[in-house]
């Protein structure tokens, strides 16, 4: 009896040490590995604040912000009107962005380039053979193959779709009538894999296959990747860099709900999108939302030093200037704090 | 219930009136315990269905029933949705997955048990027990990187050259598709068929083989007047078990069926099947119309599920009967 009772005490003592503040969020998988690395960056400098984060994918991020059943969401795509008029305090914070990259399986074929017509082609199905003249024009160096083209594509639902989706429709008016975007579509030709990981598996296996994954998961997995002719007409690598430059040359509007595909500028990535956190333009919880917000803050600044090297393309400053203004703008318990002063 | 009793009868013979009373209280509360657990399965199928039900309503209101079933689109950014390629989908791979095992694995267990020495039975049935320990994530992967180029350089040329003149057999080689997702079930269906199936013929009683050999049959002959007819419901059973397995595997069928909506005679041609689209879309699924939909395919699934189980149970029963007919 004793003894349980010293257990017992511990236990008390344990609970009574570890009683701090615990943030709840969750939503979209694209940024967990990042938004991982960010909380317990943030937990060292801040002991008695947690995180639980939950990967559960966009939809649920918006419908969890939505019902309050979190203290933030999290999501790729950003909310429709229909979504907002259901939660119209929510709030969009954009962390960092993301871009999406067209893998393929060609050997010997390194550095494709390749313009939207063929990559919209391409994924419509018009152009179905390596050694098309839409293809072949651009890269003369490289020798193409007589070889059928194999579409693979994400079958799950995702922010990726949603993006790569959304970058097609503004570069091809067919596209935009015939498929549309969104995270699930009706794909006109191609075979699904699930995750990044199911469309790099059907890439991999099928020779002569194109499709397309996060820049993050292709330059962890070391795949080949093709170069994207953007809007002012260079051929342009995906990197961290030209993904964030896509968010610099934007006209941003005030709520960050904003496409950033086929963006203006010379060194643009063109395929490429914000991830945002959701939350509530009023806090209600004093200690949490206070805590909140500044780790939003902290986030937009010195986290996004962090995101580079798990391949996240950071904010550009003025879309940081900018987040500051909103961030401002949050209240707790309808006061507004001095997030900037901390 | 029934043994206990006895057994306290024997022990205490008290007068039989107080006797019965006591036994009541303890057999009341057990039988009421028993009725809630029994009542609890009816209950959680029923609140599924309901849930289901109340889910998918907006996208029986959008569509009709019938033409959701026969409805050939799947578009969730234009909100039109249909279920027949996924059900084409399920019922196919089903079917293939059938087709290669049965054989397999009603011969596999008339082979342990009437023909193979007895030492040899662990020696397959410890591996054969160890296919249904490994997860289906495992074969999914084991489908991308082995299965699916095999068939692509190999199986599929071969097919479409000697039995091209089948439309199943034709078209582009992609190893994506319903063979391959037909083949995927087909492995994870063989330990279920052919484990049940190996104690099904176990428990035909010696007799009946002692007297088939007794008037001269040969062994095979005794199997398959004396030892099949007596087990063909408990086959039945096992293969319906492998079919239950085989319509409801998600993770899998979806790794390599190629995850397209679409109804092809071919069976090289990529499809998609109704678990593979529920897990693939559900989670980002933000529009209730959609969401409603795939709940839809949900009880489709339920539905098929239950169909096939009330046929198969009228099949056992018509089998069952079988054995007195060859004996008269």
Redesign the interface.
């Known amino acids: 009896m004793k003894k349980m009772a010293a257990i017992l005490a511990m236990l008390g003592a344990a609970a009574f040490a570890a009683e701090s503040l615990l943030i709840t969020g969750a939503g979209a998988t694209f940024p967990f590995p990042l938004y991982s690395k960010w909380f317990s960056e943030y937990n060292k400098m801040h002991p008695d604040l947690k995180f639980n984060y939950q990967s ?5 991020g ?2 969890q912000i939505t019902e309050g059943t979190v203290d933030f969401g999290a999501t790729d795509a950003p909310m ?1 009107d ?2 907002l008029s259901k939660a119209p305090d929510v709030v969009h914070i954009p962390t960092v962005l993301g871009a999406v990259v067209i893998v393929y399986n060609l050997p010997g074929a390194q550095d494709l380039r390749l313009s939207s017509e063929a990559v919209s082609g391409i994924f419509l199905g018009k152009i179905t053979n390596w050694s098309d003249p839409a293809i072949a024009k651009e890269n003369r160096s490289v020798k193409l193959p007589d070889k ?1 083209i ?1 579409v693979a594509h994400r ?5 990726t779709t949603a993006i790569f989706t959304d970058y097609l429709s503004k570069v091809s008016p067919e596209w935009q009538k015939t ?9 006109p030709v ?5 995750g990044n990981e ?1 469309v790099t ?2 890439v991999k ?2 020779p002569g296959a194109i499709g397309y994954v996060e820049l993050a998961y292709a330059s962890q997995n070391k795949l080949d990747t093709a170069m994207i002719r953007n809007r002012d007409g260079a051929y342009i690598k995906p990197s961290v860099q030209s993904t964030s430059e896509a968010a610099a040359g934007m006209e941003m509007p005030t709520d960050f709900r904003v496409s950033v595909t086929d963006a203006p500028g010379k060194g643009t990535y063109p395929i490429s999108g914000f991830t945002y956190i959701l939350v509530h333009r009023d806090q209600k919880d004093a200690a949490k939302g206070e805590a909140l917000i500044r780790f939003l803050w902290w986030a937009i600044h010195d986290g996004q030093k962090i995101a580079p090297s798990l391949d996240y393309a950071p904010l550009p400053s003025p879309v940081v200037k900018k987040v500051e203004g909103t961030l401002k703008g949050l209240t707790v318990q309808r006061k507004p704090i001095n997030v900037a002063g901390s | 219930m029934l043994p206990e009793a006895e057994i306290r009868l024997g022990r205490e013979r008290p007068r039989p009136r107080r006797l019965l009373q006591r036994v009541n209280i303890g057999d009341t509360s057990f039988n009421a315990l028993l009725w809630i657990f029994a009542g609890a399965v009816l209950l959680i199928a029923g609140v599924i269905v309901f849930s289901l039900w109340a889910t998918a309503r907006p996208a029986f209101k959008a569509v009709s029933i019938p033409s959701f079933i026969a409805g050939q ?6 909100e039109s949705f249909g279920a027949l390629p996924f059900i084409f989908g399920t019922l196919v791979t089903s079917g293939i997955a059938l087709v290669v095992t049965v054989p397999v694995a009603v011969g596999l267990a008339i082979f342990l048990v009437e023909m193979a020495p007895s030492r040899l039975r662990p020696v397959v049935s410890f591996p054969l027990e160890l296919l249904a320990a490994i997860p289906s994530v495992v074969y999914g ?1 084991w489908g ?2 082995v299965l ?2 095999w068939l ?1 350089d190999s199986t599929e040329p071969l097919l479409s050259v000697t039995l091209g003149f089948l439309p199943l057999f034709r078209g ?1 080689p ?3 598709g319903y063979l391959a997702g037909g083949l995927i079930l087909s492995v994870m269906i063989l330990p279920t068929i052919a484990s049940v199936s190996i104690e099904v013929l176990k428990a035909a009683p010696e007799s009946l083989r002692e007297a088939a050999l007794a008037l001269g049959a040969t062994r095979w002959e005794a199997v398959r007047v004396a030892v099949i007819p007596y087990s063909r419901a408990g086959i039945v059973g096992a293969i319906l078990l492998g079919l239950g397995r085989a319509l409801g595997e998600t993770m899998a069928v ?2 390599v069926i ?4 679409e109804i092809h005679a071919s069976l090289f041609a ?1 499809g ?1 099947s109704l678990p ?1 689209v529920i ?9 209730s119309m ?1 969401t409603a939909a795939l709940a839809a395919l949900a009880l489709i699934l339920f539905g098929i599920t239950l169909l096939l189980n009330s046929v198969a149970r009228l099949l056992i029963r018509a089998v069952a009967r079988g054995p007195a007919r060859v004996a008269a």
């Open positions: 559960i994918g966009s939809g649920g918006i419908k429709t229909e979504e059928a194999a079958s799950d639902g995702s922010g498929v549309g975007a969104g995270k699930s579509v009706k794909w191609g075979i699904g894999g699930k199911g598996g059907v296996q099928t | 689109n799947w578009d969730p950014v234009q992967l991308i990187f699916v180029p692509r582009p992609l190893g994506f979806t790794m190629g995850n397209s909506p990529p998609y593979a897990a693939n879309e559900f989670a980002e699924a933000t529009s959609h």
